[in-house]
């Protein structure tokens, strides 16, 4: 067997459902690990297709149920919003194909669910992207919590400033819905962010949300149409959190995670976490340089591995907390239509699925 040939089977028959949010790069970076070869593309626009396919010698559609039904599929990256492609993405899994999803994992947590659900029915993975999960500076939180009593910190500020400065590797599709008008900013800019939250201090207990909608057609209230979210956060042994995420702002910090306790107080960006003592005073500060594409690549590289060698590499990325994540998001949009404080627990009872870890 030649090499060449040896090289084929070790790499992730991988193909693209839509080709807009950036993909050409995607497809770029996942090509460059060399776990994945690009054997099709699909898009509504032929031409564009065509054009992506040309570059990798491979199929192009623009009708995405014969997309699915021809190719032998082993990981599908959809970049589609699910109202356009849901019932092709249920038919590839069904095909035991792997699902790389871009963020967020679906359009809310019954769908989300149901997805999950069918992969785990089918041996396969539901995966959200989140290159953000790889930026230094979070990593370095995460790893920094792991060493220290979280029962000590008491209040968590996270504010979500959805400008330039917003450090968001893949861009969302957030008008792409015509459901949205302002945005649908929680669900389709902070998932990463929330996914963070989640990941280092489980999911609130309460999330009470109150949102704003500066469009002029106040129907958009019924959907996930905000620009401005501010949620308060209720979590176990004493921890309370603020929540602010505005489409209008970019010019402060990026993302600040700002973490206080009782020891000492942190501050995460995704190229820096400093660590102070109560008087204000600097204890440590590790600062990294910050490249979105690396961060792509690592999280390409932690997909491929996962799947390619199982037994050998575990991915990084969970569908459980994929489903608290949007859990989380779903109980802020609730608590907007309510006016009270609400419980992610709620959704998980109401899936009729085992309660959530967190």
């Known amino acids: ?19 807009g949010r950036a993909m050409p790069q995607l497809l770029e970076i996942a090509q460059s690990t060399g776990l994945y070869e690009i054997i099709s593309v699909s898009d509504t626009d032929l031409a ?66 149901e997805l999950v659900s069918l992969a785990k029915k089918n041996k396969v993975q539901y995966i959200t992207a989140n290159p953000s999960k790889f930026a ?14 979280k029962k000590q910190y008491y209040f968590l500020n996270v504010c979500a400033s959805l400008g330039n400065d917003f450090f968001q590797p893949i861009a969302s599709d957030s008008l792409a819905d015509p459901k949205l008008n302002g945005g649908g900013v929680l669900l389709n800019d902070c998932f990463e962010l929330l996914s963070l939250i989640a990941a280092n201090f489980a999911l609130p207990q309460q999330v009470y949300a109150l949102m704003t909608n500066k469009g002029a057609d106040r129907r958009a209230k019924q959907y996930l149409g905000e620009d401005t979210v501010n949620a308060s956060l209720v979590f176990k042994q004493g921890l309370i959190g603020t929540f602010l995420a505005a489409a209008q702002t970019g010019t402060g910090s990026v ?34 340089p910050l490249k979105p594409e690396k961060c792509i690549t690592e999280m390409f590289i932690d997909i491929g591995r996962a799947i390619l060698e199982p037994e050998k590499y575990k991915l990084r990325s969970s569908s459980r907390l994929d489903l608290g994540v949007m859990a989380f998001i779903e109980t802020a949009y609730l608590s907007r239509r309510t006016a009270m404080p609400e419980s992610p627990r709620k959704f998980f009872e109401m899936s009729e699925k085992e309660l959530s870890l967190f």
Do not use: W
Not at 1 to 19: N, V, Y
Not at 140 to 146: I, M, N, Q, S, V
Not at 258 to 282: M, Q
């Open 255 to 288: 993302a600040p995670v700002r973490i206080y306790g009782a020891d000492n107080n942190i501050v995460a960006t995704p190229n820096r976490l400093a660590v102070y003592d109560n008087n204000g005073s600097l204890i440590n500060e590790n600062k990294y």
């Open 1 to 19: 067997m030649s090499d060449q040939q040896q090289e084929k089977i070790i790499r992730l028959k991988t193909a693209s459902l839509g080709l």
């Open 136 to 149: 230094p500076g979070y990593e370095c939180l995460t790893d920094y919590l792991k060493t220290v009593d």
């Open 48 to 113: 564009n297709a065509e054009k992506i396919a040309h570059k990798y010698n491979c199929s192009a559609f623009d009708d995405y149920r014969q997309f699915i039904l021809q190719n032998d599929i082993e990981l599908l990256i959809v970049a589609e919003p699910l109202y356009k492609c849901v019932e092709f993405v249920k038919s590839a899994i069904n095909k035991k194909c792997h699902i790389l999803k871009l963020s967020p994992t679906a359009s809310n947590f019954e769908q989300a669910n």
